[in-house]
């Protein structure tokens, strides 16, 4: 069984059982030319799995970065990928916002009802992970954190009133398959395919997920 949700195109990175870490952070760089680092980890401390960070109450344990320069350590380099990973292969993956791409993040509920609307409105979507906090990442083109709040106001809400955030530049966003301590793994909600390498723009979602975030307040 794979780590994932159906979606409604067949995948071109799918999380096959038993895949290691090392070998998916290599298909990103390599197939969506993604940069990643290597987070934290999670280690057997008294039978009870903590994250590497050594913080007892995490609050995401194992899917985190492990160092503060981990923005000047993401690579986009296959080769240095696999080093890294090499180094510690049981690191979580995560994926830097506002490079080749930014992260809209809504709630699970509100990300469900969106997909839906945007597919009876025959959208292009490009990637969407699910998390174990049930939160919902929709990826987009760089530039959505700073388009989006005026965006919003132009549908007559306000940012602060929805449950709607922005990742771009100086965020990040865990990667499937990475574990969040004994919650579960982070799965594609829509899985990265030949027909959504070319990510939308911010614009063009922003109107169903503003949508879906007002009837889940």
Same mark, same amino acid.
């Given at each position: 069984?794979?780590?994932?949700?159906?979606?409604?195109?067949?995948?071109?990175?799918?999380?096959?059982?038993?895949?290691?870490?090392?070998?998916?952070?290599?298909?990103?760089?390599?197939?969506?030319?993604?940069?990643?680092?290597?987070?934290?980890?999670?280690?057997a401390?008294?039978?009870?799995?903590?994250? %590497?960070?050594?913080?007892?109450?995490?609050?995401a344990?194992?899917?985190?970065?492990?160092?503060?320069?981990?923005?000047?350590?993401?690579?986009?380099?296959?080769?240095?990928a696999r080093r /890294?990973?090499?180094?510690?292969?049981? @690191?979580?993956?995560?994926?830097?916002?506002?490079r080749?791409?930014d992260?809209?993040?809504?709630p699970?509920?509100?990300?469900f009802? @969106?997909?839906?609307? /945007?597919?009876? /409105?025959?959208?292009?979507?490009?990637?969407?992970t699910?998390?174990p906090?049930?939160? /919902?990442?929709?990826?987009?083109?760089p530039g959505?954190?700073?388009?989006?709040?005026?965006?919003?106001?132009?549908?007559?809400?306000?940012?602060? %009133?929805?449950d709607?955030?922005?990742?771009?530049?100086?965020g990040?966003?865990?990667?499937?398959?990475?574990?969040?301590? %004994?919650?579960?793994?982070?799965?594609?909600?829509?899985?990265?395919?030949p @027909?959504?390498?070319w990510?939308?723009? @911010?614009e063009?979602?922003?109107?169903?997920?503003?949508?879906?975030?007002?009837?889940?307040?």
């Amino acid at each position: 069984m794979e780590e994932t949700i159906p979606a409604t195109e067949a995948a071109q990175i799918p999380k096959q059982r038993g895949e290691s870490l090392l070998d998916t952070a290599v298909r990103y760089a390599e197939e969506r030319h993604w940069d990643v680092f290597p987070g934290t980890w999670l280690e057997a401390v008294d039978g009870v799995q903590r994250c %590497s960070c050594g913080d007892a109450a995490c609050g995401a344990p194992g899917a985190h970065p492990a160092r503060p320069d981990w923005a000047t350590q993401a690579t986009g380099s296959a080769t240095v990928a696999r080093r /890294m990973w090499q180094k510690q292969p049981n @690191a979580s993956i995560l994926l830097p916002t506002g490079r080749t791409f930014d992260a809209i993040s809504v709630p699970e509920t509100a990300g469900f009802l @969106a997909l839906a609307r /945007m597919e009876r /409105m025959e959208l292009t979507l490009g990637p969407v992970t699910l998390t174990p906090d049930r939160r /919902m990442q929709f990826f987009v083109l760089p530039g959505a954190s700073v388009k989006v709040p005026d965006l919003v106001r132009k549908l007559g809400w306000s940012l602060g %009133s929805l449950d709607l955030v922005v990742l771009g530049e100086g965020g990040y966003v865990a990667a499937p398959p990475t574990r969040y301590g %004994s919650r579960g793994r982070v799965q594609w909600a829509c899985r990265p395919t030949p @027909a959504n390498r070319w990510l939308p723009d @911010a614009e063009e979602l922003i109107s169903p997920l503003a949508y879906a975030c007002g009837r889940d307040r």
